[in-house]
């Protein structure tokens, strides 16, 4: 019974914490919606090249799509004339961030591991793209991609809505719908792991060896957690001793990849580019690993994350109650007007 308590308690202190800043985050995401839309993004992603590979992680990075969101998104843009070069660096970049996840990241990891999360996510993205560019021989290069002049796709049709309605809708509906049950599950595994395991575990077990780096490697690759849902367990790691290098390959790749997405980036992308994609984000997530322990020795990462710094104040329990109410509407089954 102690510890069912103890898992409930972390729970909430994650979800108290994280409430302010999710909220603020869903608005943002709402507002990014209407400036940085899916059809501006399939318009300025086409041709080939390391400037379309930096134009992809630009505009993926602040935009709010999961790892199983982001795929359908890739594979209209593969349609719409965008090259192999492009699509892999917005996958790479697009799931590892999001302005609603950067948020949590802040409020939960601090402001060090939201400006390092931000920067690799968008250098490897680049580093991504310009890989499966390298990969992709002339031939496939001049493959035509399928861009129609007409577009008749529901994706491309300009919807006549009000702009402040669309944004609260995709920002309070819509993207809660598509992170709701990742999140909560995210949430949920923090809250067993913070429970389970005494802190500094891993610590005294492993240390923040090599092993470590690899260990949280082989759980992201296969795992599906969305990026926000990622934020609460690398934080539930880093309290049960896993070093904060190794807790931010966790968040690269979890988000990033996942085994039920792969065979449908095989058919975006082709066998070969999705090896090279692979190899490429797995080297930056460790490249990235082993600079945030470097940096950690100098400014003290993971104690301050240890410490913990729950906000009870009368808002953020009215952020709390309000949170769990869109989470709990987002996980309800989707209804479907009558014609």
Known sequence: MEILLKILNEIWNVTVEMAPYLLFGFLMAGVLSVLISKDFVRRHLGGHGWLQSIKAALVGVPMPICSCGVIPLAASLRKHGASRSA???FLASTPQTGVDSLMITYALLGWVFAVF??????FSGILCGMAVGAATTAEEKAEKEGAEADCTDSCCQTRQTHILKRMLTYGFIDLPRSVARAMVLGIVISGIISGLIPENYFADHMGSSVATMFLMLAIGIPLYV???GSVPIAL???KAGISPGAALIFLITGPATNAATLTTL???????QLAVFLATLAACALAAGFAMNALDLH??????????HVRTSGFAIACTVLLIGILAKGMLPKRHSRS
């Not at 999360?117 to 968008?122: I, L, P, S, Y």
């Not at 095989?266 to 070969?272: D, L, M």
């Open 299 to 308: 400014l003290g990462i993971g104690e301050y994350v240890e410490k913990g």
């Open 236 to 238: 539930a790691f880093i």
């Open 266 to 272: 095989w058919q975006i992308i082709g066998k070969r």
């Open 226 to 228: 969305c990026s926000s």
């Open 87 to 89: 699509t892999a660096s």
């Open 117 to 122: 999360r931000t920067v690799v996510a968008f």
